[in-house]
């Protein structure tokens, strides 16, 4: 989608898909593969912004967890049904 | 035949821990432990068998469940070689402090599952005057308007923090020797292991209950795994959280792999014939070494406190598995004040 004129493309956030890889860091097309990092993802929340490949700031509370980009924002999962 | 091995004896182990532990309520030695971790597969399901009964004979069928939470994530300065909240070490684990509102909220949450404990975690070497304050503030907070029991895990205390934490009403205290004392230095350089048990002896001496227990799965030796059971039982804590390694990028330990299924159970087994009246709790890394069949089996197995939801840093089971799991096997949840 073409923003018009004037008006800011919107800026993507946490939460959204990205280029890099949310729990090693590396390019989402990195030949080696991200197989240990979708087993990983099961386990654990992720560490790096998907957007930008910044470290998160991430809280992991009993029943759910928030990750926070400086630049891209939060994203908060509950892992309780 | 303390000092002997069962081995040396020409007896079987297990038929000893049945006398000894399970009719006489004499935890196995050192020695003994050792045997038991020697034993085969074959022997793996009697060996599971006995140390069920002697938790239900010493403990009974009740399930102790807790909730933990961190205060203060990451940017520890120890270098605890497992963890990745160290400052040392390349972890993408960032520091982050929880607020007092989420920190309340985390404890309702908990203790909406039933749960009758509640640890607030900091990942410091010792608390400083910030971290106290913020202890004081959020214990007050929860006490107002959860009814749950508080714990506390803050790392090395002096003394007059452990005169402040029973003031402030935290009924136990948790500090691990995470490994026997011959293989500590290949875990920690930063303290010591006396360090270690000067806080732990300080807080049994404050009335506090004391969580103390440690990890396996690092390397160790079948030998060093049943030194630790060993200091553990001579330690005497109120309850042992027994964790299984979990490999955390970045740290030293990173690479290792995780531990077989069957090593972990006889590791618990093993700890329940060596600490027959103690809350033996499954904590960290029970879903990467046992996954869902090794939960139902680890509490047929000796295991009588879990750990509800998610860990420090990484994620655990839903509540609802293991709740249902606990209703499955007739294992009613340990009430708020309830003794084994």
Known sequence: MVADAGTPEPVPRVGDAGAWCGQCGEARDDAAGHDRCAAR????????????????????????????????????????? | MHGMTAQATGTDILDVAREQVLGRGVPLTKEQVLDVLRTGDDRLQDLLALAHEVRLRYQGPSVEVEGIVSLKTGGCPEDCHFCSQSGQFTSPVRSVWLNIPEL????????????????????????DDRLMEQMREGVAAIKA???????????????HQVDELVDMGVHRYNHNLEAGRSFFPRVVTTHSYDERLDTCRMVKESGMELCCGGLVGMGETLEQRAELAAQLAELEPH???????????????????????????????????ALPRTILRYAGGRELTLGDLGTRDGLLGGINAVI???????????????????????MPIRALGETF
């Not at chain 2, 309340?104 to 608390?127: L, N, W, Y």
């Open chain 1, 41 to 81: 993802a099961e386990l654990e929340p992720p560490r790096f912004c998907v957007h930008c490949r910044r470290r998160m700031r991430v809280q992991v509370t009993p029943g759910a967890w928030t990750a926070t980009c400086s630049r891209h924002g939060s994203v908060e999962r509950s892992t309780w049904s």
């Open chain 2, 104 to 127: 309340v909220r985390a404890a309702k949450q908990t203790a909406a599952t039933g749960a009758s404990e509640f640890c607030i975690v900091a990942a410091v070497r010792g608390p």
């Open chain 2, 308 to 330: 509800v939801g998610n860990y420090l840093t990484t994620l655990g089971r839903d509540p609802r598995e293991d709740l249902a799991l606990l209703d499955e096997l007739e």
């Open chain 2, 145 to 159: 308007a959860v009814d749950i029991e508080v714990a506390a895990s803050l790392g090395m205390l002096t003394q």
């Open chain 2, 239 to 273: 309850e042992v959280p027994l964790n299984f390694l979990n490999p955390r990028p970045g740290t030293p330990f990173g690479d290792l792999p995780p531990m077989e299924p069957a090593d972990a159970l006889r590791t618990v087994a093993a700890f329940r014939l």
